[in-house]
């Protein structure tokens, strides 16, 4: 009985040590940014400017951007996921440019050389950043369309939540980040313990403008059914892409790219609805 009662002990104590040093850690684990940003040129953005995002709490944010060279003026956020920095974004960056549309490019705090350290609450303020520089630009909100991709979702959703936008593009999207970490680590209270938790669950249904959701069967990264009930949680209009032999990183390859610009010329560059849809 000693032996087991010592067991046990050292079990519990295991379980705490590591439950504790995720805690600690757990915005190592949840962010991974790479510094030593290029110049947008030096990765084929030549026609890209360098512009700064002056954050409400007093960052100073390296973004690219070049306005919209179609006769429609659409205008597009692209809000990336949790790792790299825009530089690992320049080929759909180049398709999307090269479509007309208007593009910023938003790099987070902590991420491709900016000051700070990234949060849920940091971001969110990067992204207000970004729809204040768009907005003292004299974007219409009708002709702004915002991209969300993995964890910029949240940002994106949240942004679409509190201003006015044309259209909004998730891929890969979650309800919650605490439910995806909940997900990976059955064994480990992540719901408790989880500091930026990006709950769009809670407000997806505030977006008051069309919405497309593409998202991977294969995902191991961020399981598709996280992705299916935030879409049911969405309003009308919405349309689902969700491709069977795609998983987190491959959605483009899946042809998704050719959806989204098809679904943000229809609702951006000729204001025309998209069909409603519960996904397919």
Not at 70 to 96: M, Q, S, T, Y
Not at 124 to 136: I, K, L, P, T
Not at 156 to 166: C, F, K, L, P
Not at 170 to 198: H, N, W
């Amino acid at each position: 009985m000693d032996l087991i009662l010592k067991i046990s002990i050292l079990g519990v104590g295991i379980y705490a040590g590591v439950v504790g040093a995720m805690y600690l850690i757990q915005r190592n684990m949840m962010y991974h940014p790479a510094g030593d940003l290029p110049m947008p040129a030096d990765v084929g953005l030549a026609d890209m400017e360098v512009v700064r995002l002056r954050t409400s709490d007093g960052l100073d944010l390296v973004a690219w951007y070049r306005p919209a060279t179609a006769p429609h003026g659409a205008e597009l956020v692209h809000f990336h996921g949790n790792a790299g920095n825009i530089a690992h974004r320049a080929d759909r960056a180049r398709r999307l440019l090269d479509e007309g549309f208007g593009l910023l490019l938003v790099s987070y705090r902590g991420f491709g050389d900016n000051p700070g350290k990234p949060s849920e609450t940091g971001l969110f303020a990067d992204g207000r950043a970004a729809m204040a520089f768009m907005a003292a630009r004299g974007v219409p909100g009708a002709r702004l369309g915002l991209i969300g991709e993995s964890l910029g979702t949240g940002v994106a959703v949240r942004m679409a939540s509190e201003h006015e936008v044309g259209a909004v593009v998730l891929e890969a999207p979650y309800t919650s980040t605490a439910d995806v970490g909940q997900r990976c680590y059955p064994i480990i209270p992540v719901k408790l313990l989880m500091k930026d938790r990006f709950d769009s669950l809670s407000v997806i249904a505030r977006i008051d403008a069309p919405l497309l959701v593409v998202h991977g069967e294969k995902d191991r990264v961020i399981p598709v059914d996280f992705g299916r009930q935030l879409f049911a949680a969405a309003r009308e209009p919405k349309r689902a892409m969700f491709y069977p032999d795609a998983g987190h990183g491959d959605l483009h390859a899946s042809g998704a790219l050719d959806v989204e610009i098809e679904f943000l010329e229809g609702a951006l560059a000729t204001g025309a609805e998209p069909v409603r849809s519960t996904g397919s």
